[in-house]
Each structure stands twice: as C-alpha cells, then as structure tokens.
T-cell receptor
Framework: EAQVTQNPRYLITVTGKKLTVTCSQN?????MSWYRQDPGLGLRQIYY???????DKGDVPEGYKVSRKEKRNFPLILESPSPNQTSLYFC????????????FGSGTRLTVV | SQQGEEDPQALSIQEGENATMNCSYK?????LQWYRQNSGRGLVHLIL?????REKHSGRLRVTLDTSKKSSSLLITASRAADTASYFC?????????????FGQGTTLQVKP
C-alpha cells in the first residue's frame, strides 16, 4: 500500500530533551515536507526537501532540523524542544511535478512539558 | 503565511443534501487542491485542479476554479454521514518552486444522519 509512515503517533516529552520524529514513504517520491498544525494558525510548512541531500526552510523552521540521506526517509529533529513546539505534525510527500497531490502521514501529536 | 480563506467556516447539513465550500487565494498558482481531515487524523487528498482547468469531477466531488477571481469551490453531492470532516483547500504557488502548499483555515462539515 502506498503510504507515508510517521512515528510515533503520540509523544509527550520534557523541555530540552532531544527527539526525532521519523517519516518514511514507499512511493519513490522526490519531494517531502513537514508541516505543523495549530488551532487558529492552520497548517504551516516547517522544512521541505526536493530530493536526497537537498533541503530548505519553510515558513516556521526555527527550532527544527531535518535531513534527507535517503530518498524514502525525512526525519524531523527537535534538538531542544520547547513548549511552543507542542503541536500536531504531518509529513507529506509527492512526485516532483506535484501534479497529483500530496500523500500525508497520519500525524504525530507532540506535547512538550 | 495563509493564502487561502475558506467560507463558510462551519457547515451543517442533512444526509442527502449537497455541501458547497468556497476558497479564495491571493497569488498565482500552479494548481489548487482539496483535502479532507477527520478529527486529529492525517489529511487525505481529494482532488487537484490545475490552473488551466475550470472544472473537475471525481465521484461525488465537483471542483471549480476561477483564476480571474482567485477562487475555487468544492461541491459534495448527496452527502453522507461519513463525509463529516474538515475540508481544506491548498494552493501550490506558481511564483516559487518550493512545492509549498498554502492551506486555508478549513471548513468543518457536519452531515447529520
């Protein structure tokens, strides 16, 4: 089944404790992206990647890192999480021409206390 | 930055009725997409309409695009209780090659049995 897999689905952590949210797709998509969804603010792009070893900042990259060492994986790294990073996170992927829409993961609900 | 504005914010109808949601955007686009999100879950791609298309159908969905007015509408015909969800329009910008989707705030649809 074609899908984007995120892990974990739920995570509660403490301020400052480094964490990684994994994202993997099995569709050979070139393009991958991370979004966060917050009430009243909607969905905002954090980082994106056009292909292996090519990443760039989205609208809200502060406090996050990403890497794209393999085509299928695009992990989101929070080096020192803070409470304002409490949010619902989504990974998405598509083919480079993006004319067929994006496939989203099921989401990771992160709470930083 | 939020480009899309959706109208109405909330819509409640009876099963069998049609539901219409509208979306406006501000900049030039490559395409406009509609997504569905069940509460707290991942976004599911419904339909994509390219900037040179005016109308598109997929099952019970009908999407129109008016680039002169920078607006789109999504019509769901013969609605079902299972259509209860939030619906988002998202634009893939034409002026950049970031692949970023800019989402509207969404319309919450409730279909009563």
């Amino acid at each position: 089944e074609a899908q984007v897999t995120q892990n974990p689905r739920y995570l509660i952590t403490v301020t400052g404790k480094k964490l990684t949210v994994t994202c993997s797709q099995n569709m050979n998509h070139e393009y991958m992206s991370w979004y966060r969804q917050d009430p009243g603010l909607g969905l905002r792009q954090i980082y994106y990647s056009m292909n292996v070893e090519v990443t760039d900042k989205g609208d809200v990259p502060e406090g996050y890192k990403v890497s794209r060492k393999e085509k299928r994986n695009f992990p989101l790294i929070l080096e020192s999480p803070s409470p304002n990073q409490t949010s619902l996170y989504f990974c998405a992927s598509s083919h480079y021409d993006r004319d067929y829409g994006y496939t989203f993961g099921s989401g990771t609900r992160l709470t930083v206390v | 930055s939020q480009q899309g504005e959706e109208d109405p914010q909330a819509l409640s109808i009876q099963e069998g009725e049609n539901a219409t949601m509208n979306c406006s955007y501000k900049t030039s686009i490559n395409n406009l997409q509609w997504y569905r999100q069940n509460s707290g879950r991942g976004l599911v791609h419904l339909i994509l309409i390219r900037s040179n298309e005016r109308e598109k159908h997929s099952g019970r969905l009908r999407v129109t695009l008016d680039t002169s007015k920078k607006s789109s509408s999504l019509l769901i015909t013969a609605s079902r209780a299972a259509d209860t969800a939030s619906y988002f329009c998202a634009t893939d910008e034409g002026s950049s090659n970031t692949g970023k989707l800019i989402f509207g705030q969404g319309t919450t649809l409730q279909v009563k049995p």
